[in-house]
């Protein structure tokens, strides 16, 4: 079955960074979009970034320049590189990607920004 396990996040001062991994089985991943999303409390799941089997990108207008998604077909891993981050990005992240109609998605990791 799909599975999709998300690591890296942690608390950390606006302007720091995070890598944060998702690390994929159960699917063919080296055919596979993926995708990160974050959800803030109180508001909906938002798309931050996307990355195609053939590593195109795809980012959210307000990451763009900060967040980088990049991805190891090999290792069958997909990582966010978040910087400079700012208050507004504490949510929950979660890594996604879709089989058909259907989409599947990890538990999250925390991010907090905070002084």
């Known amino acids: 079955q799909v599975q999709l396990v998300e690591s890296g996040g942690g608390l950390v001062q606006p302007g720091g960074s995070l890598r944060l991994s998702c690390a994929a089985s159960?699917?063919?991943?080296?055919?596979?979009?993926m995708g990160w999303y974050r959800q803030a409390p109180g508001k909906q799941r938002e798309l931050v970034a996307t990355i195609t089997n053939t590593g195109s990108t795809n980012y959210e207008d307000s990451v763009k320049g900060r967040f980088t998604i990049s991805r190891d077909n090999a290792k069958k891993t997909v990582w966010l590189q978040s910087n400079r981050l700012e208050p507004e990005g504490t949510a929950v992240y979660y890594c996604?990607?879709?089989?058909?109609?259907?989409?599947?998605w990890g538990q999250g990791t925390q991010v907090s920004v905070s002084s």
């Open positions: 996604n990607t879709r089989r058909g109609a259907i989409a599947y």
């Open positions: 159960g699917f063919l991943f080296s055919i596979s979009a």
